[in-house]
């Protein structure tokens, strides 16, 4: 857990330095009134006395961290996906969405829990491809938004209909260049190991989002980057954008009737 850049054990560290510490740029309020400052009102206490109250103060400080939740930028690539990858788990073992007429309920809960760890926008545009250039900012917008409720859509209700108590194991993560990570996972289906790896970008907020899943080798991005590059080849992005609006309904209005 850190507080800016700094460490607890480094706060802990400089706690119990004799060093001089600028207390303004690492610590919080509680720790400023807490640790001792050379005014003519402490001289005469004893050294001993010093180090005893800025052990006290140390603890307090480090109790308060704890008890603060880390923020989105301290998370590592594999806990970006963890956390929502098992809460659409819990969703989908939850047993009020055995009854009918719960499917629409749990797949907006499922989608609520792990859209925000992908970026749409650059899987959308790596998706395009070099065609990318060709959406106006608007275009670029409206493409981006109905891609995203389209594989929202399709792998969601996949989910939904193939799910069988299967077990999520993540095996690791690997960075390169401070910025880009790919984390390694497998779905255990009974005797069956299916690899599955998250590659991921760190945007400017020191945040990880997905930008491509690796399904047994295949890349979703790779996989429509295909039949979008065919579909650009002889159509304008705006009726790219149509086309997906219309499977978009399409996929609304049977999945409205299943529930």
Same mark, same amino acid.
């Given at each position: 857990?850190?507080?800016?850049?700094?460490?607890?054990?480094e706060?802990?560290?400089s706690?119990?330095?004799?060093?001089?510490?600028?207390?303004?740029?690492?610590?919080?309020?509680?720790?400023q009134?807490l640790?001792?400052?050379?005014?003519?009102?402490?001289?005469d206490?004893t050294?001993e006395?010093?180090?005893?109250?800025?052990?006290?103060?140390?603890?307090?400080?480090?109790?308060? %961290?704890?008890? %603060?939740?880390a923020?989105?930028g301290?998370?590592d690539?594999?806990?970006?996906?963890?956390?929502?990858?098992d809460a659409?788990?819990?969703i989908?073992?939850?047993?009020?969405?055995?009854?009918?007429?719960?499917?629409?309920d749990?797949?907006?809960?499922?989608?609520?829990?792990?859209?925000?760890?992908?970026?749409?926008?650059?899987?959308?545009?790596?998706?395009?491809?070099?065609?990318?250039?060709?959406?106006?900012?608007t275009?670029?917008?409206?493409?981006?938004?109905?891609f995203?409720d389209?594989?929202?859509?399709? $792998?969601?209700?996949?989910?939904?209909g193939? $799910?069988?108590?299967?077990?999520?194991?993540y095996?690791?993560?690997?960075?390169?260049s401070g910025r $880009?990570?790919?984390?390694?996972?497998?779905?255990?289906?009974?005797?069956?190991?299916?690899?599955? $790896?998250y590659?991921l970008?760190?945007?400017n907020?020191?945040?990880?989002?997905?930008?491509?899943?690796?399904v047994?080798?295949?890349? %979703?991005?790779?996989?429509?980057?295909t039949?979008?590059?065919?579909?650009?080849?002889?159509?304008?992005?705006?009726?790219l954008?149509?086309?997906?609006?219309k499977k978009?309904?399409?996929?609304?209005?049977?999945?409205?009737?299943n529930?």
């Open positions: 857990m850190f507080l800016g850049t700094l460490k607890i054990d706060l802990v560290k706690c119990h330095s004799d060093e001089s510490v600028n207390i303004d740029d690492r610590c919080c309020p509680l720790a009134m640790v001792l400052s050379p005014t003519n009102n402490n001289r206490l050294w006395g010093n180090m005893i109250l800025k052990t006290i103060s140390a603890m307090l400080l480090i109790s308060l %961290l704890m008890l %603060l939740p923020s989105a301290s998370m690539p594999m806990d970006t996906i963890k956390g929502p990858i659409a788990i819990a989908l073992n939850d047993p009020q969405y055995k009854n009918a007429g719960t499917k629409a749990q797949r907006d809960k499922i989608w609520s829990a792990v859209k925000p760890m992908f970026d749409f926008r650059l899987i959308s545009r790596r998706a395009v491809g070099g065609h990318w250039d060709k959406f106006s900012d275009e670029k917008t409206q493409f981006s938004d109905v995203a389209f594989l929202g859509n399709t $792998y969601i209700d996949k989910i939904q193939e $799910y069988h108590n299967e077990k999520i194991v095996l690791s993560q690997a960075l390169a $880009y990570a790919e984390v390694k996972t497998q779905i255990l289906r009974e005797a069956v190991q299916i690899p599955v $790896y590659r970008i760190k945007n907020e020191d945040s990880w989002h997905v930008y491509d899943i690796i047994e080798g295949v890349s %979703l991005v790779k996989n429509y980057r039949q979008f590059a065919s579909i650009l080849k002889k159509e304008t992005p705006a009726q954008i149509e086309r997906l609006n978009l309904t399409e996929q609304n209005q049977r999945l409205s009737k529930g």
